[in-house]
């Protein structure tokens, strides 16, 4: 016997309510976390009101650190506050050959089997220092959107190889963070700006921040990102147009060299506001001055700014002459070119870059913000809180997956393109009066009938009390895990009788097939909601076949003579003869008229139900007489 179904499609309730989800950007020089409230993706700010974390962590003592802005004033050695840890991630000691340490940091790194930054507080691993990162924004989480978070989306950049993507993992599990999945730096942005909902096609990410330089081709299909190709320059961001700005800054008061630690940190920070400035003004007023030394009053004008930076810009544009040819992709094939980083703010960088590619760059969403937007809207859909069924995303179900219920209909439970992981609950219930046991049809494909749809498993509830038809309920989960196994249980509610089957999904099927299935979907759509409607109509026939035959063997002989008895069964066969044809009016028309003509006979059950009850014969009552009746049965 199969199912009836209860719930109208996607309406049936949700097994769970909406979760806490966040997205983190773990960036080299910033940090942030978001997360969708009330529908919209927004960056989360920390309790002064500030929407992201410098990447530095201050060590002061065993118990004290100090992680963000404070870091940089916290009273220790300037060797124990670490910045861009981000850089050793997931290396080992022979990745550090030759001067790649010198060359990217300025403090010590002892060189153990994994290195670790020499602080007064002891060594600290890249994942310890990017912990102390991650815990500092899950506090602002909790506080923000006050509760337990179910898990977080972690961006990584898209070049991160299996170790620096394990060292993330393992550094979101220190900081007490379940990792919902990790995703790329630039598909979070082409998230964000909702590109994976358009057409199929190839995206440009240009992501320029404080230290590091990306660029990525991704193309988008079915849903799914592909990373096409990554080029970038990890010693090119912002930190460069800061230094550049430095000398040039020397130049004018006249310095040689910046002796202390502190003129020169006070110079570079002056720089970067001064910088900064210059992305909103055409020119800007100087006072400029070295450990008293003496002292430039002037002004920059954007001229002089962008003599300074253009090398630099100009130096961005050969990675991404690189990833086009590396994927063999035309510049004119390249449908959108997304800014990512900080440093994007800056105009001439949009100019040239939107130069190059030859179209306007998508800057609407803050460039600083774009990666963690994306993540926070993927942590919402892996946490189950989306039912958009047409969000393609990510990893997804290529098909959709459902059951097989009454007259050969195929219910779907999850429908294609939905992210996963994913729980998807519906309740269902029996059909026949006495039904103890149900057998569930797992299929998978997009059209409305069994057999038109790819059989996935089978597999039996049984020994659950037998019911009046309908009044079972029957939870049927379809759970799909992050890597696409799908197990279906079923519970019978009352007698908690449970049975489940594991199956994999897409096993044994390719592209092709799935594009095949989804074309024939498509190409008889409207025939199969014909089909599915007059389905649907049999199904309602049967079900009124079956209860008016059961209450005419009930009590049909007490409440009806038997001309009545014979005109209710005529009528019955006449539904039943006109359910054997495909003419679903006809179908319905039979049962309107079953319907009219055993109306008097259900109302003198009732009556007679009511009248015994007036009698103080309660129902319980009647339902023990009934139950005694069969054991005398039986017996
Ligand atoms: P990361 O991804 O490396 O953590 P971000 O994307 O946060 O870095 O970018 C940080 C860089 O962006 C810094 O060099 C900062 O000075 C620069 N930046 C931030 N705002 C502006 C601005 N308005 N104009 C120019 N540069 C900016
Ligand atoms: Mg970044």
Not at 42 to 58: E, I, K, N, T
Not at 168 to 176: E, F, I, P, Q
Not at 356 to 371: A, Q
Request: glycine share 8%.
């Amino acid at each position: 016997m199969a199912l009836l179904q209860i719930a109208e499609p996607g309406q049936s309730e949700a097994p769970h309510q909406h979760k806490l989800a966040i997205g983190i950007d773990l960036g080299t020089t910033n940090s942030l976390v978001a997360a969708v409230r009330s529908g919209s993706a927004d960056v989360l700010a920390d309790q002064h009101g500030h929407r992201s974390v410098p990447s530095v962590v201050a060590y002061v003592s065993d118990v004290k650190t100090v992680v963000g802005l404070d870091a940089h004033t916290s009273d220790v050695d300037s060797k124990s506050v670490v910045r861009s840890a981000k850089r050793l991630m997931g290396k080992g000691a022979n990745d550090l050959e030759g001067s790649w340490l010198a060359d990217h940091y300025d403090f010590d790194v002892s060189s153990g089997p994994l290195p670790a930054f020499v602080t007064q507080a002891g060594n600290k691993t890249a994942i310890d220092v990017s912990a102390a990162i991650l815990s500092t924004l899950k506090a602002t989480a909790e506080q923000t959107l006050g509760g337990d978070l179910m898990g977080a989306v972690v961006t990584v950049p898209a070049y991160f190889d299996d170790a620096q993507r394990q060292a993330t993992k393992d550094a979101a599990t220190l900081a007490g963070l379940n990792v919902l999945r990790l995703i790329n730096e630039p598909t979070a942005a082409a998230v964000a700006y909702g590109l994976d909902n358009e057409e199929e096609g190839i995206v440009a990410i240009y992501d320029l921040g404080g230290g590091t330089f990306d660029v990525s081709l991704l193309k988008m299909q079915r849903g799914i990102f592909e990373v096409l190709a990554t080029a970038g320059d990890t010693s090119l961001g912002g930190d460069d147009i800061d230094n550049a700005l430095v000398g040039w800054l020397m130049q004018q008061a006249g310095v040689d060299k910046l002796i202390s630690e502190q003129a020169r940190s006070d110079a570079k920070r002056y720089a970067r506001l001064l910088k900064e400035s210059l992305s909103d003004h055409d020119s800007v007023d100087v006072e400029f001055s070295v450990d008293g030394s003496p002292t430039f009053v002037g002004q920059i004008s954007l001229d002089v700014y962008h003599a300074i930076i253009t090398p630099l810009v100009a130096r961005t544009l050969k990675p991404c002459r690189r990833v086009l040819r590396d994927a063999d992709v035309d510049i004119d094939d390249v449908r959108a070119v997304v800014m990512v980083g900080g440093s994007t703010r800056i105009p001439l960088v949009r100019e040239k870059v939107s130069e190059f590619f030859k179209m306007p760059v998508l800057t609407s969403i803050n460039p600083d913000e774009v990666v963690a937007v994306g993540a926070a809207i993927q942590a919402d859909m892996l946490a189950g809180n989306k039912t958009d069924n047409d969000l393609l995303l990510l990893d997804v179900t290529p098909l959709s997956l459902g059951l097989e219920i009454m007259g050969g209909m195929v219910e779907k439970v999850i429908p294609r393109n939905t992210t996963i992981p994913i729980t998807r609950g519906q309740e269902f219930t029996t059909y026949k009066d006495g039904q103890s046991a149900m057998s569930l049809h797992v299929l998978q494909g997009e059209r409305e009938l069994v057999d038109d749809c790819r059989s996935l498993a089978r597999f039996e509830l049984k020994g659950f009390p037998a019911k009046v038809a309908g009044s079972a309920r029957i939870q049927v989960l379809f759970q799909v895990d992050a890597d696409g196994l799908l197990t279906v249980s079923a519970l019978e509610k009352q007698s908690g009788v449970v049975a489940s089957v594991d199956v994999r999904p897409s096993y044994g099927l390719n592209d092709g097939e799935i594009e095949h299935m989804l074309r024939e979907a498509m190409d008889n759509a409207g025939d199969d909601m014909q089909r599915r409607l007059l389905q649907e109509q049999k199904v309602e026939a049967s079900r009124v076949i079956e209860a008016i035959n059961s209450a005419l063997n009930a009590d049909g002989s007490v409440h009806l003579s038997t001309d009545e008895y014979s005109s209710i069964q005529v009528l019955i066969e006449q539904l039943e003869a006109a359910n054997q044809d495909d003419d679903r009016d006809i179908i319905k028309q039979a049962v309107a008229n079953l319907e009219r003509g055993s109306s008097e006979f259900v109302e003198r059950r009732m009556n007679a139900t009511v009248k015994r009850m007036m009698q103080g014969q309660g129902i319980d009552d009647i339902d023990k007489a009934s139950l005694s009746r069969k054991e005398q049965t039986a017996d």
